[in-house]
C-alpha cells in the first residue's frame, strides 16, 4: 500500500526518510544516507536541502507539516500527548532555525477533543487545554506555535468535525477506536526527482 501511495504522487521509494516515533522530543536532519531509512529514536524530521520525501505515521497523533517559505526547508513532526510534554514543537522550532515570519504550519487530521478522553493528570500537563476529562490537542499545539513567534495567519488547522481520525472512520484509521495496526502516512517533500 505504501509503495502505491508513493507511486500515485511521483515520489520514488528509496527518497522516502521516516521516524520511529517513540513519543519524545527529539528531532533528526536528514542526510543523504538517510534516504529509503527510518530513523531511530525520533518524532520529527528536517530536510534542509531539496529532493526528500519526508513521513511520519498516525492513527490519532497529530501530524505537523513545517515549510520555510523563503527557502526549500521542510520538516515534519508527530505529535501526541507525550511528544507535546516534552517539548517536540520547542526543540523542533529550535533545530529547524527559520525566521518565524516565514514558517508556515499546517495541522493535518488527528482526533477531536470530543473523541480525545484523558485521564485526571492532563488537566496539570495542559491546563490550556483540558476540559472536563477531554484533550485539545490542537489548540495545545496553536499555543505553542504561538509561543515560538509563528504567525497565527501561517497556521492552518482543519475542521475535526470533518476530519477527526477516531469518529471519521470512512476516511481514517484510529488507534483509539480499535485500529491497533493501521496508519495513515503523512508526506511532505521538497523537489523530489527520479533518481
Known amino acids: 500500500m505504501l509503495r502505491e501511495v508513493l507511486s500515485r504522487n511521483n ?14 522530543n527529539r528531532v533528526h536532519i536528514v542526510r543523504t544516507e538517510d534516504r529509503g531509512k527510518k530513523n531511530p529514536g525520533v518524532d520529527g524530521l528536517i530536510a534542509e536541502s531539496e529532493g526528500f ?3 511520519i505515521f498516525t492513527a490519532d497523533c497529530v501530524p505537523l507539516f513545517v515549510v520555510d517559505k523563503s527557502t526549500k526547508k521542510i520538516g ?5 500527548w507525550k511528544s507535546l510534554q516534552k517539548g517536540i514543537i520547542e526543540n523542533f522550532m529550535e533545530m529547524f532555525g527559520a525566521k518565524p515570519e516565514n514558517i508556515v504550519v499546517v495541522i493535518a487530521p488527528h482526533i477531536c477533543d470530543k473523541c480525545y478522553r484523558v485521564g485526571e493528570p492532563f488537566r496539570e500537563y495542559f491546563p490550556d487545554n483540558y476540559r472536563d476529562g477531554n484533550m485539545n490537542l490542537q489548540n495545545e499545539i496553536m499555543r505553542r506555535l ?3 513567534k ?3 495567519r501561517n497556521i492552518d488547522t482543519i475542521d475535526l468535525n470533518r476530519f477527526c481520525t ?6 481514517f484509521f484510529s488507534y483509539r477506536r480499535g485500529d491497533k495496526n493501521s496508519r495513515q502516512i503523512s508526506v511532505l517533500s521538497n523537489g523530489i526527482e527520479e533518481h
Open 11 to 24: 515520489i520514488p521509494t528509496d527518497s522516502l526518510v521516516t521516524a520511529e516515533q517513540v513519543h519524545g
Open 53 to 55: 520525501a519526508l513521513g
Open 76 to 80: 515534519l513532526i508527530h505529535s501526541g
Open 146 to 148: 504561538i509561543a515560538q
Open 150 to 152: 509563528i504567525i497565527e
Open 166 to 171: 477516531c469518529h471519521n472512520n470512512d476516511l
